[in-house]
T-cell receptor
Framework: SQQGEEDPQALSIQEGENATMNCSYK?????LQWYRQNSGRGLVHLILIRSNEREKHSGRLRVTLDTSKKSSSLLITASRAADTASYFCATEIQGAQKLVFGQGTRLTINP | DGGITQSPKYLFRKEGQNVTLSCEQNLNHDAMYWYRQDPGQGLRLIYY???????QKGDIAEGYSVSREKKESFPLTVTSAQKNPTAFYLCASSTTGVVIYNEQFFGPGTRLTVL
């Protein structure tokens, strides 16, 4: 199975609610990154958290990292219709100069 | 405008044909990457290059080939040996050949369909 596994695979919420997505991984990492993909488009980088960091914020985004549990979460607060997209976590594994992507969470924000 | 361009946006291939997907960047990035994405799936790494005239196989390199003759260009050839090439192909670049702490910038993708 892949290094990064996301949960849930799909999430549907009402506009204004908060959305939480989780990512688990198997091996030690240098950093973990979150990306967004609108349908049929390329990926857009959202936030990067280093292995020695526990929490990071960027606007309405909050990312946490628990290296002891090998897991991360992405929280989007006060969701908007424009947040509808797929969200991927990507891990940079120690010793490997590449990113390994999870299968993504499809987020739908209902107006 | 700075960024990554991919062409064409849509590509149709007959079985047995080789096709080449273009990827160009003007971000002055050293590293470039090719990924494959199947419906509802994540990205899988095909090839990557950390510097001009050098590249490495990713996780699913069989049936694909690349070249890196110029810093700004990293074309991908899908050969007839690739048995199931229908997919969405994404090119990316990053600031240095060492990924540590660096984000990747993605192009808009090429959707390849085998007829």
């Amino acid at each position: 199975s892949q290094q990064g596994e996301e949960d849930p695979q799909a999430l549907s919420i009402q506009e204004g609610e908060n959305a939480t997505m989780n990512c688990s991984y198997k091996t030690s990492i240098n950093n973990l990154q979150w990306y967004r993909q609108n349908s049929g488009r390329g990926l857009v980088h959202l936030i990067l958290i280093r292995s020695n960091e526990r929490e990071k914020h960027s606007g309405r985004l909050r990312v946490t990292l628990d290296t002891s549990k090998k897991s991360s979460s992405l929280l989007i607060t006060a969701s908007r219709a424009a947040d509808t997209a797929s969200y991927f976590c990507a891990t940079e594994i120690q010793g490997a100069q590449k990113l390994v992507f999870g299968q993504g969470t499809r987020l739908t924000i209902n107006p | 405008d700075g960024g990554i361009t991919q062409s064409p946006k849509y590509l149709f291939r007959k079985e047995g044909q080789n096709v080449t997907l273009s990827c160009e960047q003007n971000l002055n990035h050293d590293a470039m990457y090719w990924y494959r994405q199947d419906p509802g799936q994540g990205l899988r790494l095909i090839y990557y290059s950390q510097i001009v005239n050098d590249f490495q196989k990713g996780d699913i390199a069989e049936g694909y080939s690349v070249s890196r003759e110029k810093k700004e260009s990293f074309p991908l050839t899908v050969t007839s040996a690739q048995k199931n090439p229908t997919a969405f192909y994404l090119c990316a670049s990053s600031t240095t050949g060492v990924v540590i702490y660096n984000e990747q910038f993605f192009g808009p993708g090429t959707r390849l369909t085998v007829l």
